[in-house]
């Protein structure tokens, strides 16, 4: 086995001794030099795929918290790999604009029935054809067990076991480019899970000044951080180096706690920043974020962190009460057309205002961002999955409402993500799952998931998180996609993502809402300096008349989600209307239609 001089570094300045143990294939113990920055160093001859420990005084024996691959799980040794030697052939590939952005969210584990990278690769090609042009991977780093959500990860640099580790992912990432593809992978920097995680035997890598629903806080402004964010930052651009990764989903940042001047967050965006420029490629950062801050988009120059993109769940939460109903928890916020209707022009709902879920003004204003800086949706992993029973949006509304759902999410002026499966109206769960070895956590994480949703399932049982049972539902279904009314949604999807490819330019767009009407309708006009578009939007379970003020001339229907052609109940609106300034459009229920300007 090829193998050369490899270079052991930990960083464990409250250790004055570590030892290397090398297990194979020939057992050895070898002291490490410490300097007087707290990393200790050792240089060895060792053949790719050793695998090693690092021995601590008292006789402790633990994985390298910068472990490239975890072979036999989060308790067992490390090994030697070498992600540079991978032959790649994606050398004219230079990534994606951000305004090019139609994002696909997959999870490994449940996207086929094997639940492995090289099985989702068949796949590729008919992503690329339904109009997908980046895939968005939940996270990869290696976790307890064969199947978890991802976000229990505790070594961030090792790609998972299970799912085909780090020569998998390669591959996956490699054959994406091959078929257009950019590809977005969602890494955790706000915790580490708990099971197999001795991070803290080494390093004060935590800190008890904050705390996150996960977990202990991460140590990004506190003594000895700086070695903690070189660790992060150095993981940042191991994905986006070595595996060739085109962008990074940063889970929840509000759990990022950071009161430095020259916050973790800016600093991260700098470093992505200059890869982009050394390399020439399109490197994005989208931050998931849930406080309505534009300092996440804003220039580090002015203060802010430089991302390139957010997650806007404001959107989805106006969205999934108009097609629901639904009013419980954070929805209570949420009623009515009038917030999707100001979110649709600026970004965002909560700008400043009362929030009564939080009992507290909430937000800031992002107007005057381009729209693709938003990304939205109308499902994802968080709002299908932590239901009670991880109901997808199928289980929730009908056909029709499911077409209206993806109009106004692909027709949006935001950069639209869809969640795996929505494409066709998967009617399968996507339930929370894990697979941890240690029996306390399994039964804290059963009752703590079962507390949490007790409001909603009384004395019932919600699916056991650790039975593998509740893993598999979760799978995908993929032969609903040659079946009906599937194979008519996903038919659906791609001719909506091939007319926002034709009609939405993102330079100049303008949106503008010219129509509310009782609470349940909405008309928009986006223009640009090259076009325009009327789209009308009826969330009610009966037909709708709207007022529309428009220019004067002539305007043809391009676009009509009742037609029979996508079993609808049948098209009401007329085929082309004339304008005198204004006119008035007749909708389907639970439908919309799309005009544009037309000659004579």
């Not at 030697?85 to 590939?93: K, L, P, R, T, V």
């Not at 962008?247 to 600093?267: E, M, N, V, W």
């Not at 941890?436 to 703590?448: K, M, S, Y």
Request: aromatic share 12%; with cysteine; glycine share 10%.
């Amino acid at each position: 086995m090829p193998g050369g001089d490899c270079e052991f570094v930990l960083w464990a300045p409250k250790l004055e001794t570590v030892e290397l143990h090398l297990l194979g294939p020939e057992d050895r113990i070898l002291g490490m030099q410490r300097g007087d920055d707290g990393y200790h160093r050792a240089s060895v001859r060792v053949p790719q795929g050793g695998q090693y420990l690092y021995r601590l005084p008292g006789g402790g024996e633990f994985p390298d918290p910068a472990s490239g691959y975890q072979p036999d799980g989060v308790h067992g040794p490390s090994e030697v790999f070498d992600t540079r030697s991978f032959e790649w052939s994606d050398s004219g590939w230079m990534g994606r604009a951000l305004e090019d952005h139609i994002v696909y969210e997959a999870h490994v584990g449940t996207y086929t029935p094997e639940g492995t990278f090289d099985a989702m690769i068949p796949y590729l090609p008919q992503l690329r054809d339904l109009g997908i042009t980046v895939i968005e991977i939940m996270p990869v780093a290696q976790f307890p067990g064969r199947r978890n959500w991802g976000y229990d990860g505790v070594y961030p640099f090792a790609v998972q076991n299970s799912y085909g580790g780090p020569r998998g992912l390669q591959k996956l990432v490699d054959s994406a480019h091959r078929y257009g593809l950019a590809v977005v992978l969602d890494v955790v920097y706000n915790h580490l899970g708990p099971e197999g995680n001795y991070f803290g035997q080494y390093a004060p890598y935590f800190t008890n000044r904050y705390g996150t629903p996960w977990g202990a806080a991460l140590n990004f402004d506190g003594p000895q951080s700086d070695e903690v964010r070189r660790f992060f930052i150095e993981n940042a651009l191991y994905w986006l180096r070595d595996f060739h990764i085109d962008g990074l989903r940063l889970d929840a940042i509000h759990g990022i706690f950071d009161t430095s001047a020259t916050p973790f967050l800016a600093q991260l965006g700098s470093a992505a920043d200059s890869l982009a420029r050394e390399t020439g490629r399109h490197i994005i950062l989208i931050a998931e974020s849930d406080l309505n801050d534009v300092r996440v988009l804003r220039a580090r120059e002015q203060g802010g962190f430089g991302h390139d993109a957010q997650w806007s769940d404001d959107f989805h939460h106006a969205l999934h009460v108009l097609l629901t109903g639904e009013q419980d928890g954070y929805y209570m916020d949420f009623g009515g057309i009038h917030p999707l209707s100001v979110t649709l022009q600026d970004g965002w709902f909560f700008s400043g205002q009362y929030s009564r879920y939080r009992q507290r003004h909430h937000g800031n204003s992002p107007r005057g961002f381009a729209p693709h800086r938003f990304i939205v949706c109308i499902q994802n992993h968080d709002q299908v999955g932590n239901r009670a029973e991880g109901e997808r949006l199928s289980r929730l509304v009908s056909f029709d409402g499911l077409k209206l759902a993806a109009g106004a999410t692909l027709l949006s002026p935001f950069v639209p993500m869809m969640f795996m499966g929505e494409e066709y109206g998967e009617t399968s769960p996507f339930l929370f799952f894990s697979d941890h070895g240690d029996q306390q956590l399994i039964e804290a994480v059963r009752r703590g998931r079962q507390e949490e949703y007790r409001m909603f399932m009384g004395t019932r049982e919600i699916a056991d998180p650790q039975a593998e049972s509740t893993f598999l539902d979760s799978k995908l279904d993929h032969s609903l996609n040659s079946k009906e009314p599937h194979r008519t949604l996903r038919s659906f999807y791609q001719r909506l993502l091939q007319f926002r490819r034709l009609h939405l330019p993102f330079d100049d767009l303008r949106v503008q809402a010219v129509s509310l009407e009782a609470e349940k309708s909405l008309a928009l006009r986006y223009s640009s300096d090259s076009s325009e578009l009327l789209t009308v939007f009826n969330f009610s379970d009966v037909p709708c008349s709207v007022a529309v003020e428009c220019p004067a001339g002539f305007w043809q229907k391009q676009l009509d989600s009742a037609d029979a052609e996508w079993h609808g109940p049948g098209n009401i609106a007329p085929e082309r209307l004339q304008s005198d300034g204004r006119i008035a459009i007749t909708v389907a229920a639970r439908s919309f239609v799309v005009f544009e300007p037309s000659s004579e």
